[in-house]
Nanobody, 115 residues
């Protein structure tokens, strides 16, 4: 069973930055892709960014230019650097990993952007 553990969430003022981490219990090189999603109460989970194996990263238009997804294979960790945060970025952020047709999710980490 694969476990994904997110961390790094918290309360930040508008314009601030946070870096989320997603630590996997197995080599992330075994996944076809990893990504970040977010969800607010009453809304569907929303895709934020993806980092596939051997391909370029992809971002939702709402975060493009502000968020950066990266990976450290040696640490089995994927990161989401979030800059110039806005109140509308407030959500629970989830890490997702996919290996072939199997999908794994983390438990989520809360990000709150407020003054």
């Amino acid at each position: 069973q694969v476990q994904l553990v997110e961390s790094g969430g918290g309360l930040v003022q508008p314009g601030g930055s946070l870096r989320l981490s997603c630590a996997a219990s197995r080599s992330i090189s075994s996944f076809n892709a990893m990504g970040w999603y977010r969800q607010t109460p009453g809304k569907e989970r929303e895709w934020v960014a993806t980092i596939p194996i051997g391909e370029s990263t992809n971002y939702a238009d709402t975060v493009k230019g502000r968020f950066t997804i990266s990976r450290d294979n040696a640490k089995n960790t994927v990161y989401l650097q979030m800059n110039n945060l806005k109140p509308e970025d407030t959500a629970v952020y989830y890490c997702k990993a996919r290996r072939l047709t199997t999908v794994y999710w983390g438990q989520g980490t809360q990000v709150t952007v407020s003054s």
